[in-house]
């Protein structure tokens, strides 16, 4: 459900800003009846987040999406075409999009299983805050027992000091997947596929309509 109202958000706030009765209204017309206690804790969950803004028009709280983030979304009805690049543009606001789709609990074991493959060394909490993952959330991440863990500072000089296009602080931690699980490497797959079709022209190869399978 939570996968299903996020993307719902998304493509009601398209271009959009909505107050929270607005929201509710639209989410029930769409088959999505929330509590609107429910709806408002969740929006200020999103917001604190930084994955949606939150602006004060008296007596409402008005939604829309970060300029970035809505930048991903197509407008209905039109080819999405991909943006000029620009330096690193940066591929952590990439990878934040994506990850936006993805269930909260999983988005840190997906994010630090992306970076360490992509770039073949461990992730930084720098990192993970640039792919939109807070230190509150980390830190209720890591204080259960889970398959991301924290590498000793010992082992982390050299991955320092080959990153040269961010700054990472010289007391950051870093992160790796003790064991990836299956779903933790599907959505991963998903994340890059993303990738993939966000920085390459992809118009002619893509199918004009979704297929869930490949047999008839």
């Known amino acids: ?44 969950a999103l917001r604190d987040l930084n994955i949606l ?35 690193s543009e940066d591929i952590y606001s990439i990878f934040r999009t994506q990850l936006l789709k993805i269930d ?9 299983y992306v970076v360490s493959r992509l770039f073949e060394r461990p992730c930084f909490r720098r990192e993970l ?24 500072d010992s082992h982390l000089k050299k991955a320092r000091s080959d990153i040269t296009r961010i700054e990472i602080p010289p007391d950051d931690p870093a992160y790796e997947i003790r064991e990836p699980r299956e779903e933790v490497t599907r959505l991963a797959n998903e994340v890059l596929a993303g990738l993939i079709k966000h920085r390459i022209d992809l118009e002619g190869l893509l199918a004009k309509s979704k297929q869930t399978t490949l047999l008839p």
């Open 104 to 112: 909260l609990d999983l988005r840190i074991p997906v994010g630090v």
């Open 53 to 87: 803004e939150e602006f004060e028009v008296p007596p409402s709280k008005i939604y829309a999406l970060p300029e970035k983030i809505e930048e991903s979304f197509p407008e209905k009805g039109k080819e999405r075409k991909p943006p000029e690049p620009s330096d």
């Open 1 to 44: 459900m939570e996968e299903k109202l996020n993307l719902k958000l998304f493509e009601l706030l398209e271009g959009r800003q909505l107050s929270i009765s607005g929201l509710s209204r639209e989410l029930k017309a769409g088959g999505i009846d929330e509590h609107r206690l429910i709806l408002t804790g969740y929006l200020r």
């Open 129 to 152: 805050k640039l792919i939109g993952i807070t230190q509150k959330h980390l830190d209720q991440y890591l204080e259960k027992p889970g398959i991301v863990c924290e590498l000793p």
